[in-house]
C-alpha cells in the first residue's frame, strides 16, 4: 500500500534535506511505495514547486506522487504519517509569550487539520519548536486521534549524545546502547550516561564525573546554538537524518536489546505529569512507542529530569492560560 507523508515546512532547509530521503525509501523501507504531500504558507509555495521538480528529476522507484499546497485540510487528507516541521522562529524582540502564541496559530490548525482529514492510523513528528509544546498544542486541537500518535523529535538530541560519547571513549557509535534523552528539546534535557552501555558495561563508569557533568552534558544540550553559531542557520540534515530515524524506529520497531528516545505524552512514568508531552527511553513494538519502565533513577539524574520536565510543565501552563489548548 502507498503510504501518503505530509511534510510541512516543505521549502524550509529541513524540508530539502528530507524530502529526498523519504522518497528514496529511507523513512519507511525499501518495500513501501511512498506519496509526497508538501504543505507549505502562500509565499513559499512556488518554491515547494521546484523541489518537487527535483524529486521528479531523481525518478525515485518509490515515489507515486507529489501534492503541494498551502491548505492543511488538503495536505492531510488521508495522510498516513505527518512530519510538522514548518514552524514561527523566534525573531528579535519577541518574547517567548509571543513566540508559543505564534506557534499556536500554525499547530492548532495543523491539529484540527489532521483529526479531521487525516488516515485512521496517522502518526505525527513534531520537528518545528518549540517541538514538544507545539506537539501538545496539536495533540489536544486533535481529540478524535489517540493522543499516543502524536510525537515530538528528540532524536537528534539522542545522536548527538551517541556521537560525543562514541568520541570520548574512542569506540565506534554502534557500540553504544541504551542511551537516554529526558525531558524537553532544550537546553534543560537531560542526556543519560547512567543506563546508557559501552561494551556492555555502564557508560557513566567509564568517563570523568566532571566530564561528564561539565563537558558532554552541556555540549549535547547546547549543540543547536553550537550549529547555529557556526553554520549561521540551525541545523538540517541532522535534523532530517533524526526525523528519518525517529519515523523509521516507530514503523518498523527498534532493535532487541537497545532502546532510542522520543518525546511521547507521558502515562506518569518516572513522576512525568500525565499527559505532557516529554522524552523518554522509548521502545518501539508493534508500531507503538512504550515507554522503557523500571529504570533507577539517582539523585543527579532525579534533579536534571524535574529540571526539564519543570520547564515543559511551565511552557505546557503559558499555552493554557493563552487558550491554545
Ligand atoms: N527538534 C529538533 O531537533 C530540531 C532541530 C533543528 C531544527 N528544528 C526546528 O525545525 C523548524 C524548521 O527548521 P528549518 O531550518 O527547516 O526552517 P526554515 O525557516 O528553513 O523552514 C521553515 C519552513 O516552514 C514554512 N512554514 C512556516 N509556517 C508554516 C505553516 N503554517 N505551514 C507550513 N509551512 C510553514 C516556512 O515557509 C519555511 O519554508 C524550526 O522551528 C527549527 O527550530 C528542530
Ligand atoms: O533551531 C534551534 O533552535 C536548534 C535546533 O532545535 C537544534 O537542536 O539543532
Not at 500500500?1 to 516543505?10: H, I, R, Y
Not at 504543505?39 to 521538480?53: D, F, H, N, R, Y
Not at 516507530?250 to 532502546?259: A, F, I, L, M
Not at 518501539?284 to 515507554?291: A, L, V
Request: glycine share 10%; hydrophobic share 45%.
Amino acid at each position: 500500500m502507498t503510504v501518503k507523508v505530509t511534510v510541512t515546512g516543505a521549502a524550509g532547509q529541513i524540508g530539502y534535506a528530507l524530502l529526498f530521503r523519504i522518497a528514496s525509501g529511507q523513512l519507511l523501507g525499501a518495500d513501501t511505495p511512498v506519496k509526497l504531500s508538501l504543505l507549505e504558507i502562500p509565499q513559499a509555495v512556488k518554491s515547494a514547486e521546484g523541489t518537487a521538480m527535483e524529486l521528479d528529476d531523481c525518478a525515485f522507484p518509490l515515489l507515486r506522487g507529489i501534492e503541494i499546497s498551502d491548505d492543511p485540510a488538503k495536505a492531510f487528507d488521508g495522510a498516513n504519517v505527518a512530519l510538522l516541521v514548518g514552524a514561527r522562529p523566534r525573531t528579535k524582540g519577541m518574547e517567548r509569550g509571543d513566540l508559543l502564541e505564534a506557534n499556536g496559530g500554525i499547530f492548532g490548525p495543523q491539529g484540527k487539520a489532521i483529526n479531521d482529514h487525516a488516515a485512521d492510523d496517522i502518526r505525527v513528528l513534531v520537528v518545528g519548536n518549540p517541538a514538544n509544546t507545539n506537539a501538545l498544542i496539536a495533540q489536544s486541537a486533535a481529540p478524535d486521534v489517540p493522543a499516543e500518535r502524536f510525537t515530538a523529535m528528540t532524536r537528534l538530541d539522542h545522536n548527538r549524545a551517541l556521537s560525543q560519547l562514541a568520541a570520548k571513549l574512542n569506540v565506534p557509535v554502534a557500540e553504544i546502547k541504551k542511551m537516554t534523552i529526558w525531558g524537553n528539546h532544550s537546553a534543560t534535557q537531560y542526556p543519560d550516561l547512567f543506563h546508557a552501555e559501552v561494551g556492555g558495561k555502564i557508560a557513566a563508569e567509564q568517563v570523568e564525573q566532571e566530564w561528564l557533568r561539565d563537558t558532554f552534558i552541556p555540549t549535547v544540550a547546547k549543540r543547536g546554538a553550537a550549529i547555529i553559531e557556526a553554520r549561521g542557520a540551525s541545523s538540517a540534515a541532522s535534523a532530517a537524518n533524526a526525523a528519518i530515524d525517529h519515523v523509521h524506529d516507530w514503523v518498523n520497531g527498534t532493535p532487541e536489546g537497545d532502546w532510542t528516545s522520543a518525546a511521547i505524552p507521558s502515562d506518569g512514568s518516572y513522576g512525568v505529569p500525565e499527559g505532557l508531552i516529554s522524552s523518554f527511553p522509548v521502545v518501539s513494538r508493534n508500531g507503538r512507542w512504550e515507554i522503557v519502565q523500571g529504570l533507577e533513577i539517582d539523585a543527579f539524574s532525579r534533579e536534571r529530569i524535574d529540571a526539564s520536565v519543570g520547564e515543559l510543565v511551565e511552557e505546557r501552563d503559558a499555552v493554557r492560560a493563552l487558550g491554545l489548548i
